[in-house]
């Protein structure tokens, strides 16, 4: 193979079907994948260097909660040093919400702490993401492909943060 492993690993890694982003320990982003750019609509040079709790995503839960302060799966994740996964809504560059499922994992060197990776996925399956206190509506949304059995009322299912 002519590739190097870095440029192996850059493509692997803009190539995946989820957004990738790495924070320090500060929560600033150090990087952007381009399936983070996918699905966000910001490109790599908006993101990187600015701090992820800027506001530009917004992250909240179903229950309509900012996370980006008092809620944080990656702030609690750079403390405690233990994997996280949740359902989040984030903010596009559009202003639509967007389900996905983020999975937060520490970043080490030796026993040091580095920062986190966090892997954004679309969230394949809607109905579980905006299901609230026991919820078992099933509005037939597929957060893939967009497409609803029920048209119209799923995007009212999710959660209002004007």
């Known amino acids: 193979m002519d590739i190097e492993i870095t440029e192996l690993l850059q493509k692997i890694v803009d190539e995946a079907p989820m957004g990738i982003y790495v924070l320090d320990t500060e929560r600033k982003i150090v990087?952007?994948?381009t399936g983070a750019e996918r699905?966000?609509?910001?490109?790599?040079e908006?993101?990187?260097?600015?701090?992820?709790?800027e506001g530009m995503l917004n992250h909240i839960d179903r229950e309509g909660v900012h996370l980006c302060h008092d809620f944080c799966p990656m702030m609690a994740?750079?403390?405690?040093g233990q994997s996280r996964e949740q359902p989040v809504f984030l903010k596009d560059r559009t202003g639509q919400r967007i389900p996905v499922m983020v999975h937060t994992e520490?970043?080490?060197?030796?026993?040091?702490?580095l920062g986190l990776l966090n892997i954004s996925g679309f969230c394949?399956?809607?109905?579980i993401l905006c299901r609230k206190n026991g919820d078992?509506?099933?509005s037939g949304t597929d957060s893939a492909s967009g497409?609803?059995?029920?048209?119209g009322t799923s995007a009212g299912r999710y959660p209002d943060l004007s």
């Open 31 to 33: 990087f952007w994948s």
């Open 39 to 44: 699905i966000t609509g910001y490109s790599r």
């Open 46 to 53: 908006e993101m990187v260097g600015r701090y992820c709790f």
């Open 77 to 80: 994740t750079i403390f405690d």
């Open 106 to 113: 520490p970043l080490f060197k030796g026993q040091e702490t």
């Open 124 to 127: 394949r399956n809607v109905n």
């Open 136 to 138: 078992t509506h099933d």
């Open 147 to 151: 497409s609803s059995a029920d048209a």
